[in-house]
């Protein structure tokens, strides 16, 4: 059995409010895996849950929309099968005591390639982030919601403390624009100015709300990576640079 609202956020985290479809969900020793790209390939992500009750297995989901608005109609906890064609797994059975729903599964060869992370390991700037560095991230864009770009730069306060800050509409030099201001746990000397994705920054952010431990990093090549855990989940993003 997993909770119906566990399992949900689960699929939020790659779905990002209609970006991303299709993927393949792997499961071993009761640990699921998803690795997902976003169409533009700006983007590039893996969700890794523990504890979820279901055999081990490798299948796609080609429709993740239907997928939610079938798990919706059920109730609280939902026991989770399969149904099996000549050991193929052709349906996903998802049951309450209420509801019995039946949803038809992909060939993983028809589920599209997923990039995997093989850029540095290393990071020049990091910083802690949580629930309400969150709240505060969206505010931001939200008020800017016509702007499609974040640009982040070196900032340093009135006190002297390290920070990034995050430019939304900063892009265009006479538009509207709302800055915010985020202490480094990590800095560097070096000055910068990297634009990237802020609707999709936005999404991640907003599926992510839940986190307990959260952390960005910047490589100054043009990369942001976006991690977050809870107690049975790490979801990790990595954002490449826009070029503007």
């Not at 995050?166 to 746990?185: H, P, Q």
Request: contains cysteine; proline residues 2%.
């Amino acid at each position: 059995m997993i909770d119906k609202q566990e399992l949900q956020n689960i699929i939020n985290k790659y779905y990002l409010n209609g970006t991303i479809e299709a993927v393949k969900w792997d499961v071993k020793d009761e640990i699921l895996n998803i690795k997902f790209t976003a169409p533009t390939r700006e983007m590039i992500g893996e969700i890794n849950h523990t504890s979820f009750k279901l055999e081990n297995s490798s299948f796609g989901i080609s429709n993740t929309s239907q997928l939610l608005k079938l798990i919706n109609i059920t109730t609280n906890e939902v026991l989770l099968s399969f149904v099996k064609n000549n050991k193929i797994f052709s349906k996903l059975i998802i049951a309450d005591q209420q509801f019995t729903v039946n949803y038809t599964l992909a060939d993983v060869l028809t589920i599209p390639k997923t990039g995997a992370y093989n850029g540095p390991s290393d990071f020049d700037i990091e910083a802690e982030i949580n629930y309400e560095t969150i709240s505060a991230l969206i505010k931001a864009k939200s008020a800017l919601a016509e702007s499609s770009t974040v640009v982040i730069k070196p900032f340093e306060s009135l006190d002297g403390q390290n920070q990034i800050e995050f430019v939304f509409g900063g892009d265009i030099e006479y538009a509207n624009k709302v800055s915010y201001y985020l202490n480094t746990n990590k800095s560097t000397n070096k000055e910068f100015e990297l634009s990237f994705n802020s609707d999709l920054f936005k999404e991640i952010l907003s599926c992510n709300k839940d986190t307990e431990e959260a952390k960005l990093s910047i490589n100054l090549e043009g990369l942001l990576k976006l991690e977050f855990k809870t107690d049975k989940t790490i979801s990790s993003y990595y954002l490449v640079k826009k070029d503007v």
